[in-house]
C-alpha cells in the first residue's frame, strides 16, 4: 500500500461545478500536508498548504481530518483553467521526506 | 530569476551508460530532492538532501546515487542506467523552517529532465 494515495480520477465536471479529491495517508506521524498543481508536461506547484482548522482561498477549500488520516480539496465554480492533476503532498515526521501521491486528475468542461 | 534549474533537460542513453543529472538552486535553501515521475505513478522520492554534504534515501533510492558538496548544487547519478530509469526526473529544493511565512514542504521545481534509457 502507498503511504499516500489519491483516486486518480480522472474527474470529468461542467464549468461551474463543485468537486473534492480526498487523499490519505498512512504514517500517522506525519506532520505537514499540501496540495499541489501541476499541468501537463509541467512542474508542480503549490496551491495551498493544509492546517488543522481548515484554511480556504478563494474557490478552494482544504480540510485535514488527522483521526481519520485524510485530507480533501475543495474547488468550487470550477473553471476550465482549473484543469489539471492535483497532488497531495505529506511531510512525515518533519524530517524533510516529502511524499506525494500518485495525483488526481481533473477535466472541466465548457 | 533563476530559481532551481536542472541540465540536461533531455538526454537518450544506452543501458549500462553512465550519466549525471545537475540540480542548482538559487535560492539558498537547505533543502534539495530529487523524484521521478512515471505515468499513473505520481512523483517518487529517490533521494534527499537536508544540507550540505548530507544525504538519505527516499522511496525507490536503488540504481541512483547523489553528492550534495556545495549547498546550491544536488547531483544525481546513474552509474548504469536501465531501461525502467525511463522517466521524467524533477529537481526541488525548499527552506527548512518556517521563513517568511513560508515552511517546509513548499517546493520548488526544476522543470524537469527527460531521460530516455534504450
Same mark, same amino acid.
Given at each position: 500500500?502507498?503511504?499516500?494515495?489519491?483516486?486518480?480520477?480522472?474527474?470529468?465536471?461542467?464549468?461551474?461545478?463543485?468537486?473534492?479529491?480526498?487523499?490519505?495517508?498512512?504514517?500517522?506521524?506525519?506532520?505537514?500536508?499540501?496540495?499541489?498543481?501541476?499541468?501537463?508536461?509541467?512542474?508542480?506547484?503549490?496551491?495551498?498548504?493544509?492546517?488543522?482548522?481548515?484554511?480556504?482561498?478563494?474557490?478552494?477549500?482544504?480540510?485535514?481530518?488527522?483521526?481519520?488520516?485524510?485530507?480533501?480539496?475543495?474547488?468550487?465554480?470550477?473553471?476550465?483553467?482549473?484543469?489539471?492533476?492535483?497532488?497531495?503532498?505529506?511531510?512525515?515526521?518533519?524530517?524533510?521526506?516529502?511524499?506525494?501521491?500518485?495525483?488526481?486528475?481533473?477535466?472541466?468542461?465548457? | 530569476?533563476?530559481?532551481?534549474?536542472?541540465?540536461?533537460?533531455?538526454?537518450?542513453?544506452?543501458?549500462?551508460?553512465?550519466?549525471?543529472?545537475?540540480?542548482?538552486?538559487?535560492?539558498?535553501?537547505?533543502?534539495?530532492?530529487?523524484?521521478?515521475?512515471?505515468?499513473?505513478?505520481?512523483?517518487?522520492?529517490?533521494? #534527499? /538532501?537536508?544540507?550540505? +554534504?548530507?544525504?538519505?534515501? %527516499? *522511496?525507490?533510492?536503488? $540504481?541512483?546515487?547523489?553528492?550534495?558538496?556545495?549547498?546550491?548544487?544536488?547531483?544525481?547519478?546513474?552509474?548504469?542506467?536501465?531501461?525502467?530509469?525511463?522517466?521524467?526526473?524533477?529537481?526541488?529544493?525548499? #527552506? /527548512?523552517?518556517?521563513? +517568511?511565512?513560508?515552511?517546509? %514542504? *513548499?517546493?520548488?521545481? $526544476?522543470?524537469?529532465?527527460?531521460?530516455?534509457?534504450?
Amino acid at each position: 500500500r502507498k503511504e499516500v494515495e489519491q483516486d486518480p480520477g480522472p474527474f470529468n465536471v461542467p464549468e461551474g461545478a463543485t468537486v473534492a479529491f480526498n487523499c490519505t495517508y498512512s504514517n500517522s506521524a506525519s506532520q505537514s500536508f499540501f496540495w499541489y498543481r501541476q499541468d501537463c508536461r509541467k512542474e508542480p506547484k503549490l496551491l495551498m498548504s493544509v492546517y488543522s482548522s481548515g484554511n480556504e482561498d478563494g474557490r478552494f477549500t482544504a480540510q485535514l481530518n488527522r483521526a481519520s488520516q485524510y485530507i480533501s480539496l475543495l474547488i468550487r465554480d470550477s473553471k476550465l483553467s482549473d484543469s489539471a492533476t492535483y497532488l497531495c503532498v505529506v511531510n512525515r515526521d518533519n524530517t524533510g521526506k516529502l511524499i506525494f501521491g500518485q495525483g488526481t486528475t481533473l477535466q472541466v468542461k465548457p | 530569476n533563476a530559481g532551481v534549474t536542472q541540465t540536461p533537460k533531455f538526454r537518450v542513453l544506452k543501458t549500462g551508460q553512465s550519466m549525471t543529472l545537475l540540480c542548482a538552486q538559487d535560492m539558498n535553501h537547505e533543502y534539495m530532492y530529487w523524484y521521478r515521475q512515471d505515468p499513473g505513478m505520481g512523483l517518487r522520492l529517490i533521494h #534527499y /538532501s537536508v544540507g550540505e +554534504g548530507t544525504t538519505a534515501k %527516499g *522511496e525507490v533510492p536503488d $540504481g541512483y546515487n547523489v553528492s550534495r558538496l556545495k549547498k546550491q548544487n544536488f547531483l544525481l547519478g546513474l552509474e548504469s542506467a536501465a531501461p525502467s530509469q525511463t522517466s521524467v526526473y524533477f529537481c526541488a529544493s525548499s #527552506y /527548512s523552517t518556517v521563513k +517568511g511565512g513560508l515552511s517546509l %514542504g *513548499e517546493l520548488f521545481f $526544476g522543470e524537469g529532465s527527460r531521460l530516455t534509457v534504450l
